[in-house]
């Protein structure tokens, strides 16, 4: 796992036992809190969740029981992430238990491919993605992603 992706971690939203409505709910919950904790306003927050969802119509993130929506987007200075957890399903209706939803700067394609990456194969672990899911704190999910080397890995 890169540093960039625990750094995100450690920054942004992470919600265990996370459920919301649907796509967009679960998007905008995870990603308003740590933007505006960036200082982003809060028009720039609804047109950056936008971006995100409008990139997901292009293509689903949603693969089995990871969603992984994102969007680069220009005149934010770093990778802005929030995690949601929840082995019920994070919305209504779906399969997804994990969602890592996250914006990187517009700038930064070199940086985004490889967060991206990082992250797809962090949760490509079968179980690495139970560990993940059982996990009751943000704090017990934050030793997770620190461990470099889980002892069921």
Do not use: K, W
């Given at each position: 796992?890169?540093?960039?992706?625990?750094?995100?971690?450690?920054?942004?939203?992470?919600?265990?036992?996370?459920?919301?409505?649907?796509?967009?709910?679960?998007?905008?919950?995870?990603?308003?809190?740590?933007?505006?904790?960036?200082?982003?306003?809060?028009?720039?927050?609804?047109?950056?969740?936008?971006?995100?969802?409008?990139?997901?119509?292009?293509?689903?993130?949603?693969?089995?029981?990871?969603?992984?929506?994102?969007?680069?987007?220009?005149?934010?200075?770093?990778?802005?992430?929030?995690?949601?957890?929840?082995?019920?399903?994070?919305?209504?209706?779906?399969?997804?238990?994990?969602?890592?939803?996250?914006?990187?700067?517009?700038?930064?394609?070199?940086?985004?491919?490889?967060?991206?990456?990082?992250a797809a194969k962090t949760f490509r672990d079968p179980?690495?993605l139970q560990r993940v899911q059982t996990a009751a704190?943000?704090?017990?999910?934050?030793?997770?992603?620190?461990?470099?080397?889980?002892?069921?890995?």
């Open positions: 796992m890169t540093s960039s992706l625990l750094r995100a971690l450690e920054q942004g939203t992470i919600r265990v036992g996370y459920h919301t409505v649907d796509f967009e709910s679960a998007v905008r919950g995870l990603l308003v809190q740590p933007l505006l904790q960036r200082g982003v306003s809060p028009s720039r927050v609804d047109e950056i969740v936008e971006c995100v969802l409008r990139r997901e119509e292009a293509g689903s993130t949603c693969s089995g029981p990871i969603a992984l929506p994102h969007a680069r987007i220009g005149g934010i200075p770093e990778i802005v992430a929030g995690l949601g957890i929840n082995p019920g399903g994070v919305y209504a209706g779906a399969e997804t238990r994990v969602m890592l939803a996250f914006v990187t700067p517009s700038e930064a394609a070199g940086d985004h491919l490889r967060f991206l990456s990082s179980a690495f704190a943000r704090e017990d999910l934050l030793e997770l992603f620190r461990d470099p080397e889980p002892a069921s890995r």
